[in-house]
Each structure stands twice: as structure tokens, then as C-alpha cells.
């Protein structure tokens, strides 16, 4: 497999994988490998439900040799000189920007995305190498006299060493790259377990990582379809010593304990159940285009995805109509095909969750206003659906949709907003809509989140800290945060 391959696997792509050939396979030490006896993987379309490719599914074995590969690259990478790894993290973005319209069409073949959200994650994605390669020149220490006087205090900030990366399906190119980006900036090798429902962009970026001028072993990619296995086989190879993980809380947890055996550091990015707050002072069509965002990117299969909307009442009946409008009037359809504004679900069953969670709510008293009814047909689509009066003990209220479906409560006071958002076990995301700053800044500090998108339904940006807090994960992303997750503290006492 090469970039240059890329353009044919684009529209018109031949997408079957030739194992004989091992064109395209697991990347180990800058080689793509099929071992002999590997089974299959295979990769759906979830706008057709049809086979897009074959990829390999890693054993132990594989896992282990892909953590030998870094191993072997790791004295090379991190007496790499900065300005080097900057340069090559800078080429990678160029890359991806100058390839921007095959990946986001990858991209929306394997995950159903539209390619309009397609194209927002390229940009997002190739983002966090241009940040990272600014950054990279700039990992300094520290140097201080020590409070007594008597020596002096030299801190470094050294590689932590080899990195397991984990990341989700939802965005197959940004999950990765905000992982990868800073760990190669920190001067850490990395193994990466793309999710086995859209391994190629994972792929296709490590021939790109190649082209680009990263040296064989720094970066290895694996699919597998024993992830808990295979994980827990890298994890206990005492040269791996950070685990960085998005993904639901549930798997994050079980990762936690596997890497507590080892005591290896651990950067989690897991589920949200984020509230949208609407104050009766919001400016409707602000507060509306920002609700549309924070719930329809990614068709809202984000863990940024608004998850419940807490509108007051004066300004609900309003908001309501509106946000129904807009919702009603989306094109659904395949994510490649032109116009489509919102795409499938990733699988059958993330379907038929959302169909239970909408269910569950409808026989508890909400009401609906759009959506609702599953479509007939191939492909595993979801209508873009709002629906009003969802009580609190709607299964909704408590769990990610992860899905096309706007759940709309009514508040009255300040007080009851912030206590009903902050009702819940997540802290990833919120979002809040005022006219008056002083209200909106206040009610930003009092929810119980990572990050808050004032007047604005977009928080993610490459230069700024992304994580949350509760049961959402430990650490951040991007931002210059980002790249101390990959780096340790060495401490020299010295009398000079
Ligand atoms: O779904 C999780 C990540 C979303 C984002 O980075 O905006």
C-alpha cells in the first residue's frame, strides 16, 4: 500500500484487499505484512452495507512484533533533533492538506460521515501535525535556584518511551493524528489499534507518515479483532509505558485496570452525555445554529454531541420550532453522495440503540416533533429527530445517543439549568447559550466538564486542551497539554 494507491481506492475504488499480494496490511516496521494464517477483517460501507475491504486481523504474535518495531525505532526517533521532527510532522500535514479530498472521501466510505463532516475532519486532523511540529521545537526544561539556596533544580522533559494508541471509529483520521502528532513531537514510538470498523484511513495516513519521512518503527498500525487480548499482550511488555485510549467509559475502565497491572500512564478520552443550556435572553439564531452543530456533526456521533438540551421556558417553544425546522429539512443519505447533510450510523446496532432510546422516551411522556421512524432499506440510517418534554429518567438523559436525536427538556431558573446538567456521571462537554456574558461565564464555571462552548456549538480545536472530567477521562488533548501526556519529568538536584 502506498499514497499514490490512494487515488484508487478513491470513488471508483477498488476496494478488495489482495491478501497474496499484501498491498495492504498491518504496518510493521515500516513493512506491510499479511502473515500467513491471519483471517480477515472485514470493512463495511454503512451508507450500502456493503464490503469496501479486507484487512488482517493481528494476533498476540503481531501485537508483539509491532512493539519490538518501535522498540527497535525508539533511540533513533528521540535523538532525532527537534527541529527535524518538526519538519517531518510539518510535511505530514502538507500531505494530508494536499491530499484532503481522497482522505475525507476514504473517510466517509468506511464511516458513512457526509463528506462535508468529512472534510472538517481532514482539516481538523492534519491540524494537530501543524500544531505539534510548532510545538516540538519548543518542549523546554526548567532550571531553578532551590528555595533554600543550596543547589539548584534542573528539570527535562525526556520521551516517555513506547505508546499504545487506541482510537475510535468516529473520526478515523483526528483520533489518530491527536495521538500520534504530539507523541511524535514528544520523540515517543507508537503502535496504533485503528477501530476495526474504519481501518483504512489509519493505514492509508501511515503510508503517508511514510512518504513524509518518518522513519521505519516509528509509527506501527494494527487492526485486530481481539482487542483485549492483544492490548493486554502489549501492555505487559515492560517497554510500553503510556497507554493513550478514546472510547466508551466502560472499555476505558477495563483498559485502566489492564494498564494498573503494569503502572503504565494512561490518557483517557471517554463517553460524554453533554447538556445544551438555551437562556430565555439567547439569541435564537445563534443559540439554534450552534445547537445544530453541537448535535449534527458527525450526524452526532461525537462524544462532543450535545445529549440533552435544557431550554428555558420562556424562549422554549421557540427554540423548539426552529431547531425542528432545521432538523426536518437535513438530507440523509450516503455520506459520499453530494448534498448529503447527514449520513448513516456506523453499524445495525448503534441503530437500533438510538430506536430504544427514542422509544423509551416516547413511553415516558416526551413528545415528538420530528423523525422518529426508522427508514426500510440498506444502509444503517437514523432520521434527524427532536423530541420535546424528555423527562429525567429517560433512558437518554443518563447514556450517549450518539446519534441523530435532539432531547429537549424545559427549565425555569439558573439553578435548576446548572443542577440538571451537572446530573450526570460524564463531564466531557457543555454548551451555553446568553445574551448576558456575566450569566454565561458564571453557568460555564458551575458545570461539571472539561470544556464549554459558550454562544458556540464547536469546542474541539487542535490548540486547545480537550478532555473532561468525572467519568469522562483523565488528561487532555492538544493544545500544549497534548504533548506533555507524552512526556516525563526528570528532576536533577545539582550544586553548581
Ligand atoms: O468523539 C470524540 C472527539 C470529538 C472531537 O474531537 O471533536
Redesign the pocket.
Known amino acids: 500500500m502506498n499514497v499514490a494507491a490512494l487515488s484508487s481506492i478513491a470513488p471508483g475504488i477498488a476496494p478488495t484487499l489482495d491478501p497474496a499480494s499484501g498491498a495492504r496490511g498491518l504496518y510493521i516496521g515500516g513493512a506491510w505484512l499479511w502473515p500467513a494464517g491471519r483471517k480477515a477483517i472485514p470493512v463495511m460501507d454503512p451508507s450500502t452495507e456493503t464490503k469496501l475491504a479486507d484487512v488482517p486481523d493481528a494476533t498476540v504474535d503481531d501485537a508483539l512484533a509491532a512493539v519490538e518495531a518501535a522498540a527497535a525505532a525508539a533511540a533513533g526517533w528521540r535523538a532525532t533533533p527537534p527541529r527535524r521532527r518538526s519538519e517531518i510532522l510539518r510535511r505530514c500535514f502538507d500531505l494530508m492538506t494536499a491530499r484532503s479530498e481522497e482522505l475525507a472521501t476514504l473517510i466517509s466510505l468506511e464511516n458513512g460521515k457526509a463528506l462535508r463532516d468529512a472534510r472538517g475532519e481532514v482539516a481538523y486532523a492534519a491540524e494537530f501535525f501543524r500544531w505539534n511540529a510548532e510545538e516540538a521545537v519548543r518542549i523546554s526544561g526548567d532550571f531553578a535556584l532551590s528555595p533554600a539556596g543550596g543547589n539548584h533544580i534542573i528539570v527535562d522533559y525526556e520521551p516517555m518511551g513506547i505508546c499504545v494508541l487506541i482510537t475510535?471509529w468516529?473520526?478515523p483520521a483526528?483520533?489518530a493524528t491527536?495521538k500520534i502528532a504530539p507523541a511524535l513531537a514528544a520523540g515517543c514510538t507508537v503502535v496504533l489499534k485503528p477501530a476495526s470498523e474504519t481501518p483504512l484511513t489509519a493505514y492509508v495516513l501511515a503510508a503517508l507518515y511514510e512518504e513524509a519521512g518518518v522513519p521505519p518503527g516509528v509509527v506501527n498500525v494494527l487492526t485486530t479483532s481481539a482487542p483485549g487480548e492483544v492490548t493486554a499482550a502489549m501492555l505487559a511488555d515492560p517497554r510500553v509505558r503510556k497507554l493513550s485510549f478514546?472510547g466508551s467509559t466502560p472499555v476505558g475502565r477495563t483498559l485502566l485496570a489492564e494498564a494498573a497491572k503494569h503502572v503504565i500512564s494512561c490518557s483517557m478520552?471517554l463517553g460524554g452525555n453533554a447538556p445544551l443550556i438555551v437562556f430565555d435572553d439567547a439569541d435564537l439564531g445563534v443559540a439554534v445554529e450552534g445547537a445544530m452543530l453541537a448535535k449534527m456533526r458527525n450526524a452526532g456521533e461525537?462524544?462532543?454531541a450535545a445529549n440533552r438540551f435544557y431550554v428555558q421556558s420562556g424562549i422554549h417553544d421557540r427554540f423548539a420550532a426552529a431547531l425542528t425546522a432545521r432538523m426536518a429539512a437535513l438530507a440523509v443519505g450516503p455520506g459520499t453522495q453530494a448534498g448529503t447533510e447527514c449520513g448513516p450510523m456506523i453499524t445495525a446496532k448503534a441503530v437500533d440503540k438510538i430506536e430504544r432510546l427514542v422509544g423509551d422516551a416516547l413511553a415516558r411522556g416526551a413528545t415528538l416533533h420530528c423523525g422518529g421512524t426508522r427508514p426500510a432499506g440498506a444502509g444503517f440510517y437514523y432520521p434527524p429527530t427532536v423530541l420535546a418534554d424528555v423527562p429525567a429518567d429517560a433512558m437518554m438523559a443518563g447514556e450517549e445517543i450518539f446519534g441523530p436525536v435532539a432531547a429537549l427538556t424545559r427549565f425555569e431558573t439558573e439553578d435548576e439549568a446548572v443542577a440538571l446538567a451537572n446530573a450526570t456521571e460524564y463531564g466531557l462537554a457543555g454548551y451555553v447559550f446568553t445574551r448576558d456574558l456575566a450569566r454565561g461565564l458564571r453557568v460555564s464555571r458551575r458545570l461539571e466538564v472539561g470544556m464549554v462552548g459558550l454562544n458556540r456549538g464547536l469546542v474541539?480545536d487542535p490548540a486547545a486542551p480537550?478532555g473532561g472530567t468525572k467519568q469522562s477521562g483523565l488528561g487532555r488533548e492538544g493544545g500544549t497539554h497534548g504533548v506533555l501526556e507524552f512526556l516525563e519529568a526528570k528532576y536533577i538536584a545539582t550544586t553548581l
Open positions: 475510535p468516529n473520526f483526528a483520533m491527536r478514546t478520552e461525537a462524544c462532543t474541539s480537550f
